[in-house]
């Protein structure tokens, strides 16, 4: 498989965390959320606007001491991305790291748009000249242009054709839910999925549609984590479900609790790995590219199910069989 594509498969559960939070390495360290997960420190919408200076030396000090520790320790150490507030941010961020950007592997872009992807581009482009590794970039989109039914098909076909030219620094293209349902002033409840909002809905199945061929995307973040009942679980559990079937991969977590859920939803069922197994090693000698799945239920035919079962290895290699 390509080692690109089997990276951006592996994001999984972001975990969010402020920018401002000193217990990061510690956390880290003693593997508190567990060894499977991605983190995303964030200096946008989670810390005031006056914390942002604070947040950024936090950020270097954190990079800092897990440095040191792994050259004294052995931990589970995830894939760390920042969050920043604007493009020129990500050139800074990138030299006050110094000697420890290699811990680092990549930036998140909030509210990405043709009016910023350029800088955002330029910015990813300079910093990857000066670095001894590949320094990924996440676009989200989730500004309020994506509501004009009018330009949102021109909009997105635009900013993919501004990612292609960096696509193999795209790690990911994220969806903000929250930032999207804002502006219409909607909010589900835990016993809801976003795809019970018709408007919402629609918006993501046009993004997958036009960056789904090329790209992994990942799925809105889930508010609840907590209650008397396990009814937010069952919530998340339901709505991952959905998320998969339309071809969304990984999600936002916004507490630790979210990540096992995550993960076991991205394990794949035992009868589709052994069909995708099958599938991509076909004897493509025979006359004949259809037959039945290996548990006798359904067709698998070549030329229509390679495209998910590789999906399907990736993911049963990465997050385990059901």
Known sequence: MN???????????????????????????????????????????????????????????????????LEEN??????????????????????MLKN?????????????????????????????????????????????????????AYTLYKLKQKLDNIHDLVLNIRIGGNDICHNLGLRRNKYQTIYDISSINN?????????????VISSVVWDYFSGSNDQWKKGLEKELEIDILNGFI????????????????????KTDY?????????????NKLVSKSTEKERMNEIKTHSNWAKKIIILGDYYGIK
């Open 3 to 69: 080692k690109i594509l089997n990276e951006c498969y592996t994001v999984g559960a972001l975990l969010y965390s402020p920018a401002i939070n000193t217990n990061i390495p510690y956390n880290i360290k003693n593997e508190i959320w567990g060894k499977k997960y991605s983190l995303c420190l964030c200096l946008e919408d989670s810390i005031n606007d006056d914390a942002v200076e604070i947040g950024e030396e936090n950020i270097v000090n954190i990079f800092s001491v897990l440095n040191k520790e």
């Open 203 to 215: 918006i993501l199945g046009d993004i997958y549609t036009v960056f789904g061929r090329e790209y």
């Open 250 to 269: 990984g999600k936002t977590a916004i507490h630790p609790n979210q990540i096992p859920i995550i993960n076991e939803a991205l394990k794949v069922s």
């Open 274 to 286: 052994n069909d995708a197994k099958s599938i991509l090693n076909w004897d493509m000698s025979e």
């Open 100 to 152: 420890n950007s290699h811990i680092l592997t990549g930036f998140v872009a909030p509210k990405f748009s043709v009016d910023n992807a350029d800088e955002y581009i330029k910015q990813i482009e300079n910093i990857n000249k000066n670095s001894d590794k590949k320094i990924y970039i996440m676009p989200i989109i989730e500004n309020g242009f994506i509501l004009n039914i009018e330009k949102r």
């Open 74 to 95: 052995t931990f589970f150490m995830p894939k760390i991305f920042i969050r920043v507030r604007n493009p020129f941010q990500i050139s800074k961020l990138f030299h």
